[in-house]
Structures are given as structure tokens and as C-alpha cells.
């Protein structure tokens, strides 16, 4: 049977900015459905490699303000209370006051879209329900546990081919997991992990197999560096510039050594059918920008007189 994976993730943090709106649309029955949408972002500070890292995660919410029977949704009023009564920092200007918050039951997911140049742009992103303001012990994280079918496992090289010092090992692997848009269709979403120490990049390299499913955990690592680029010239002075990167880093601390039971994996013809789901996802969506980008090119060629020149 071809069942949603294990997706868990727990953030623990300082609330650093909250950016909710209420919002109504069209609904396939004529009416109108009410619900709240946006991003927060928790300030974490997590050790990683042995070396404190400053995080900055962003959360994805979304809810409808009624159920199907009428009554109101449960989420939306976690939702709604974060949006009304939490203080972040973006609020009050400090960390000091800010409000810190636990989050125990998000998920990771991909936020796929096509850029005005048709290029795909994928970024892993954290979604969430329901949140509590932490008011005793305080432990910030921002770690996950998830089943995931392994694609394919390689050391990360740079740009000519050369192997990375210090090793980072890329595990390209398939999440089975639900579609936002209907909560009974199985759907995949591929992510790139990473693991950066040794002792877990030896463990994944002698005992996981591509084809195969396993448990994996580790810490979610978001947040930005920057680069100084020199740029090339023919003559005269060179210009250096500073470019900012943002990283989204999925880092396995952890597993399991042997594959998971028959029973509870998936057969490669039930993930190459979520392949496929995803592929036409994919395409409807390349599709759709297509057409919005022309839409947008004609209606500005129809602001422009033609002059003659």
C-alpha cells in the first residue's frame, strides 16, 4: 500500500517575525471560503558539527476558518492566536521580549515554482499547524525524522569535478507523502539531504543502497552566507562585489542501518508513480507560468506606442 511517509519536525525557538493575512477566495461551490495564510520565522540557535550555528527557519501556515460540518477549525484558531497574541521579535525589537515558541508536529516540503525565465526553483520549506509559547525549559532546535527512499548517494565535488574538503555526501531521496490540494492523493517530493560527518557519511556509504527505504534524523540548517566574487576584466581595475547565498541544508545526523521492512516501504513501481504524479505537476505548473508570463508581456505591448523607433 502506498502510505504517506514519516515527515516530523520540531522547531524550538524565538518567534523572530510573523507575517499572517486573512485572506477569502472562491470556493467549487459558488461560495466564498474564508482562511489565514503566511510565514513565520523562528529564531534558532542550533550546534551543528560541534559549532553553534544561528538559524533563521521559515514556517509556512494555512488554514480555512470552517470545517465542512461548520464548526471552526481548530487550526485556524492556533493560527489566529499566533497571529493576534504571540510577540515577535520584528515587534518588540528585541529577543529579549519576544515570545519563544515550540512547534512539535510541522513537516518538510517542497515550494517548487517556474521563474519569469522558466527555470524551476526548489527550496525546501517547513509547514506547520499548531504552536505553543514555551514557558519552562527552553531547548532550541530544529531537528526532523523522516522515511525516506533512497534515489542515489555521492560525495559533493566543486566545479571540476575535485571532491570537497571537508567530504559532504548528497543523498538524493523520494519523500512519499500527501498533496496540499487533496488530502487523500499520495504525491512524492524529492529532496537532497546532506551529511557532513564522518562517522554518519561512512555509516550511510556501507550500509544504505539506492532503491531502498530507511529512517533517517538530523537538524534542519537555513540560513545565509556571504561570498566576496571578484569580477573578470580585460582592462582596468577588477570590481569585487559580495553575493548573498541562501542555504537550505536538510543534514542526517542519524539512522537506521538496515532498509525498512517489506510491509512498510514501497515498491519502485508505486514511487516511479509518484515520479510521474510529480513530473505532470511539474509540467501543469511550468504550463501555467508560461501562460501568466504571456499574459503579462501583451498587456504591457499594449501600453507601448509604436513610434517607429
Given amino acids: 500500500m502506498f502510505r504517506k511517509a514519516q515527515n516530523t519536525v520540531r522547531i ?35 550546534p551543528i558539527d560541534g ?18 460540518n461548520g464548526d471552526l477549525n481548530p487550526v485556524y484558531e492556533s ?17 529579549e521580549q519576544a515570545d519563544k515558541i515550540r512547534i512539535t508536529n510541522a513537516s518538510f516540503r517542497k515550494n517548487e515554482f517556474y521563474n519569469q525565465n522558466g527555470e524551476l526553483k526548489s527550496t525546501p520549506r517547513v509547514n506547520a499547524s499548531f504552536f505553543s509559547k514555551v514557558t519552562g525549559e527552553f531547548n532550541p532546535e530544529a531537528t526532523f525524522t523522516v522515511e525516506l527512499f533512497v534515489s542515489s548517494i555521492a560525495r559533493e565535488v566543486d566545479a571540476d569535478g575535485v571532491e570537497l574538503d571537508p567530504a559532504r555526501l548528497k543523498v538524493q531521496a523520494v519523500v512519499p507523502l500527501y498533496t496540499r490540494e ?110 501568466t508570463a504571456e499574459t503579462s508581456t501583451a498587456a504591457v505591448d499594449k501600453k507601448k506606442a509604436d513610434l517607429g523607433f
Fill in 12 to 46: 524550538e525557538g524565538i518567534l523572530a517575525e510573523v507575517d499572517l493575512r486573512n485572506v477569502s477566495y472562491s470556493n467549487k461551490v459558488g461560495g466564498t471560503t474564508e482562511a489565514i495564510a503566511g510565514t513565520i520565522k523562528v529564531l534558532v540557535d542550533q
Fill in 182 to 291: 487533496d488530502a487523500n492523493a499520495l504525491n512524492i517530493d524529492l529532496f537532497d539531504f546532506v551529511a557532513t560527518n564522518p562517522n554518519v557519511i561512512n555509516a550511510i556509504e556501507s550500509h544504505w543502497e539506492a532503491g531502498k527505504a530507511y529512517k533517517a534524523n538530523g537538524k534542519l540548517c537555513f540560513t545565509s552566507k556571504t561570498e566576496k566574487i571578484t569580477d573578470a576584466v580585460d582592462f582596468g581595475e577588477s570590481r569585487e562585489r559580495v553575493r548573498t547565498i541562501s542555504v537550505h541544508d536538510i543534514m542526517i545526523t542519524g539512522g537506521s542501518e538496515t532498509p525498512l521492512d517489506e510491509e512498510e516501504s514501497w515498491t519502485i513501481d508505486e514511487i516511479k508513480a509518484g515520479v510521474a504524479a510529480r513530473k505532470a505537476r511539474l509540467e501543469a505548473l511550468k504550463n501555467k507560468s508560461k501562460k
Fill in 79 to 95: 493560527i489566529e492566536k499566533l497571529k493576534t497574541d504571540y510577540v515577535s521579535i520584528a515587534a518588540c525589537g528585541n529577543k
Fill in 51 to 68: 559549532k553553534l550555528m544561528n538559524l533563521e527557519i521559515p514556517v509556512d501556515v494555512f488554514a480555512i476558518k470552517y470545517k465542512n
